[in-house]
Nanobody
Framework: VQLQASGGGLVQAGGSLRLSCAAS????????MGWFRQTPGKEREFVSA????????YYADSVKGRVTISRDNAKNTMYLQMNGLKPEDTAVYYC????????????????WGQGTLVTVSS
């Protein structure tokens, strides 16, 4: 599975961004797709995940209520709509694909996109 993340940028606190993750190479019905974020010196942090086949979604407590994960089957693309952004949301955001295992742990994901930088100014 090849993943291409995009949509990052600079936004003021309270603003919105929509990240995209385009997938190619395999059908995703048997995968879970996740978003993680990372800041310098810290481990990748789980943000949200989606089981492609069932559509079940999961969110970290830190973003719940402000973020919505979704997919477009026809485009093989996953999205992360982020609203009410805060300076602490500033990070490089990565999308990833998981074949098996718990969606919460970055180490379980086999495929990763290149990351897209989100910067939230105060």
């Amino acid at each position: 599975v090849q993943l291409q993340a995009s949509g990052g940028g600079l936004v003021q606190a309270g603003g919105s961004l929509r990240l995209s993750c385009a997938a190619s190479g395999r059908t995703l019905n048997n995968y879970a797709m996740g978003w993680f974020r990372q800041t310098p010196g810290k481990e990748r942090e789980f943000v949200s995940a989606l089981r492609w086949g069932s559509g079940s979604t999961y969110y970290a407590d830190s973003v719940k209520g402000r973020v919505t994960i979704s997919r477009d089957n026809a485009k093989n693309t996953m999205y992360l709509q982020m609203n009410g952004l805060k300076p602490e949301d500033t990070a490089v955001y990565y999308c990833a694909a998981l074949a098996e295992g718990t969606y919460y742990y970055a180490s379980n994901y086999a495929y990763w996109g290149q990351g897209t930088l989100v910067t939230v100014s105060s």
